[in-house]
């Protein structure tokens, strides 16, 4: 079992049993997301199937796209430029993969139309957002789903069933990606348009769900360190949670620590999947489930689809957006303390005359002192083009440095008033 109540077969592409009329899914994204989930389609549905493929961008890579998926028994995929237009089609279910700040909208835009929606991480920005969402879904009877992969990861259970009888009392987690990788043979580059904890927590929350999926999960302390590592620490429960993240590694890293009562550890380097388990130093096998059942990415969407069809199997099915909302809410909470962090260590930077443009962590740091209060007041940084992008990050250095200027001015400017005034009027400005 890939999730609860929904059922795989091993060794087999899952196939989503269709009607002789066929079924009309709705894809909204065209950026790399948006191709591996267009790819996994093609393999889950069958040729009585349409997949109305959404996106103003990239439609010369995305006609490619649609050309390479061909084949007899896959589904027919129409290219759509106008969201409106492709749901007057009355598609059976929507899966929502666009730039994370649009993700909300375009999910309360398919709800609103009645249609069943799949929402990659994360379901929103801002925890009201997420809220109205679960609440359009459940007035409507419709299901809202939301792509937290590792939900759905059959290595982390294996990891859990090898783990000792004994109480977790730390759980510790590195998480680190390089600015650029070719994942899969693709480029890969790090979203500067939103933030790392946007990026990354959902990840994290869903990490500690495994262990421990009765505790509902805090954030504590959350620093900005050099090298753009971002130390955090939290509770769920009684397990003290600590970790550290960052886009700007030499190199990808997965590594799950835990510690028990007994100061028995056990630990999950999933740098390359399913990784191999240790714990108490003995090294086992991994996971045997892995390469026979469908990856997570493919298989939350499979059940979803099978979900859609007979809402009967959302009991206890651990993607349902009413069970992940905290995942918003956690991010967040981490999204405004690394804000306020990132701030105080440029403004350092600027007194100490170290905050170079040409400097990849200096540019970091600006893009996540503006886009997390940014988004928390409904603007969005992500429809920028590079050059655009360049234009603010040197405006906003300007106004960070006026700011950090003022004597009287405390660490954490960034919510004054005045400065969000400022960064508003920036960014219609260079909009």
């Given at each position: 079992m890939?999730?609860?109540s929904?059922?795989?077969?091993?060794?087999?592409?899952?196939?989503?049993d269709?009607?002789a009329?066929?079924?009309?899914?709705?894809?909204?994204?065209g950026?790399?997301?948006?191709r591996?989930?267009?790819?996994?389609?093609?393999?889950?549905?069958?040729?009585?199937?349409?997949?109305?493929?959404?996106?103003?961008h990239h439609?010369?890579?995305?006609?490619?796209?649609?050309?390479?998926?061909?084949?007899?028994?896959?589904?027919?995929f129409?290219?759509?430029s106008?969201e409106?237009?492709?749901?007057?089609?009355?598609p059976?279910?929507?899966i929502?993969?666009?730039?994370?700040?649009?993700h909300?909208r375009?999910?309360?835009v398919?709800?609103?139309?009645?249609?069943?929606?799949?929402?990659?991480?994360?379901?929103?920005?801002?925890?009201?957002?997420?809220?109205?969402?679960?609440?359009i879904?459940?007035?409507?009877?419709?299901i809202?789903?939301?792509?937290?992969?590792?939900?759905?990861?059959?290595?982390?259970?294996?990891f859990?069933?090898?783990?000792?009888?004994?109480?977790?009392?730390?759980?510790?987690?590195?998480?680190f990606?390089?600015?650029?990788e070719?994942?899969?043979?693709?480029e890969?580059?790090g979203?500067?348009?939103?933030?790392?904890?946007?990026?990354v927590?959902?990840?994290?929350?869903?990490?500690?769900?495994c262990?421990?999926?009765?505790?509902?999960?805090?954030?504590?302390?959350?620093?900005?360190?050099?090298?753009?590592?971002?130390?955090?620490?939290?509770?769920?429960g009684?397990?003290a949670v600590?970790?550290?993240?960052?886009?700007?590694?030499?190199a990808?890293?997965?590594?799950?620590?835990?510690?028990?009562?007994?100061?028995?550890?056990?630990?999950?380097?999933?740098?390359?999947e399913?990784?191999?388990?240790?714990?108490?130093?003995?090294?086992?096998?991994?996971d045997?489930?892995?390469?026979?059942?469908?990856?997570?990415?493919?298989?939350e969407?499979t059940?979803?689809?099978r979900?859609?069809?007979?809402?009967?199997?959302?009991?206890?099915w651990?993607?349902?957006?009413?069970?992940?909302?905290?995942?918003?809410a956690?991010?967040?909470?981490?999204?405004?303390?690394?804000a306020?962090?990132?701030?105080e260590?440029?403004h350092?930077?600027?007194?100490?005359?170290?905050?170079?443009?040409?400097?990849?962590?200096?540019?970091?740091?600006?893009?996540?002192t503006?886009?997390?209060?940014?988004?928390?007041?409904?603007?969005?940084?992500?429809?920028?083009?590079?050059?655009?992008?360049?234009?603010?990050?040197?405006?906003?250095?300007r106004?960070?440095?006026?700011f950090a200027?003022s004597?009287?001015?405390?660490?954490?400017?960034l919510?004054?008033?005045?400065?969000?005034a400022?960064l508003?009027?920036l960014?219609?400005?260079?909009?």
């Amino acid at each position: 079992m890939t999730s609860a109540s929904v059922a795989h077969i091993p060794g087999a592409v899952p196939r989503w049993d269709s009607p002789a009329a066929g079924r009309t899914i709705a894809l909204f994204g065209g950026g790399r997301w948006g191709r591996v989930h267009a790819s996994n389609l093609s393999r889950i549905l069958t040729a009585n199937d349409r997949v109305l493929w959404i996106s103003g961008h990239h439609r010369e890579l995305l006609n490619r796209t649609i050309e390479g998926l061909a084949r007899p028994h896959a589904p027919r995929f129409e290219l759509w430029s106008n969201e409106d237009d492709a749901l007057l089609e009355r598609p059976h279910a929507a899966i929502v993969v666009t730039a994370p700040s649009s993700h909300g909208r375009v999910a309360e835009v398919c709800l609103d139309r009645g249609v069943h929606t799949f929402v990659e991480k994360p379901l929103a920005l801002r925890a009201g957002e997420a809220r109205k969402l679960v609440d359009i879904a459940e007035r409507g009877n419709l299901i809202l789903a939301v792509g937290l992969h590792l939900l759905s990861a059959s290595y982390l259970k294996h990891f859990k069933s090898l783990l000792p009888r004994d109480d977790i009392v730390e759980l510790f987690i590195r998480w680190f990606d390089p600015a650029h990788e070719i994942r899969h043979g693709e480029e890969k580059r790090g979203d500067v348009a939103t933030t790392v904890a946007h990026d990354v927590y959902p990840h994290i929350w869903s990490i500690i769900r495994c262990f421990d999926a009765s505790e509902s999960q805090s954030i504590g302390e959350v620093t900005w360190q050099r090298g753009g590592i971002v130390s955090f620490e939290g509770r769920a429960g009684k397990i003290a949670v600590a970790g550290q993240i960052g886009r700007l590694a030499a190199a990808r890293k997965r590594v799950i620590t835990l510690r028990f009562k007994s100061g028995t550890s056990a630990v999950l380097d999933f740098t390359n999947e399913p990784g191999m388990p240790v714990v108490a130093g003995i090294p086992y096998a991994p996971d045997p489930d892995w390469g026979r059942n469908p990856a997570p990415v493919m298989a939350e969407v499979t059940d979803f689809l099978r979900v859609a069809v007979d809402p009967e199997l959302r009991t206890n099915w651990p993607h349902l957006a009413s069970s992940c909302i905290d995942s918003v809410a956690g991010a967040a909470a981490f999204a405004s303390k690394l804000a306020a962090s990132a701030t105080e260590e440029l403004h350092s930077r600027i007194r100490n005359g170290t905050a170079l443009l040409s400097d990849l962590e200096t540019r970091a740091l600006i893009w996540e002192t503006v886009v997390h209060p940014l988004a928390e007041r409904g603007l969005s940084v992500s429809a920028l083009d590079i050059a655009q992008q360049q234009l603010l990050i040197k405006e906003v250095l300007r106004l960070h440095e006026s700011f950090a200027a003022s004597a009287d001015r405390k660490d954490g400017t960034l919510y004054d008033q005045e400065f969000i005034a400022h960064l508003t009027r920036l960014t219609d400005r260079v909009c």
